[in-house]
């Protein structure tokens, strides 16, 4: 029984975590930012590329990330209700002022 836990956690704990980028589209929460993320998908039925785009809550810890942002967010523990990520890093800083 200890050596089956065992294996099961060895295994989680390798997993690679799922990695997106993506452009915040808001960071107005306190330590959270709205990231929305945009995929290129074959449609089944019609040959065409359909954009599917998806938003994300993501964890801000120190809050430096700034609306038109393009960032890089992680797959992480559940931290509330919405947010299952958390920001790697900034990939680019926007040029547009605020």
């Known amino acids: 029984m200890a050596s089956e836990t065992q294996m099961v956690r060895s295994e989680t704990a390798g997993r690679r975590r799922q990695e997106l980028t993506g452009v915040v589209t808001s960071a107005r929460m306190q ?18 590329v359909v954009r599917v785009v998806k938003k994300f809550y993501a964890h801000d810890e120190q809050g430096e990330a700034r609306r038109g942002d393009t960032v890089r967010i992680v ?17 680019a800083r926007t040029t547009r002022a605020e």
Do not use: G
């Not at 330590?31 to 065409?48: A, C, G, N, S, W």
């Open 75 to 91: 797959e992480t523990r559940p931290l509330s209700r919405l947010k299952r990520w958390r920001l790697a890093e900034i990939v």
């Open 31 to 48: 330590k959270t930012i709205v990231v929305k993320v945009t995929r290129l998908v074959q449609h089944p039925e019609y040959p065409r």
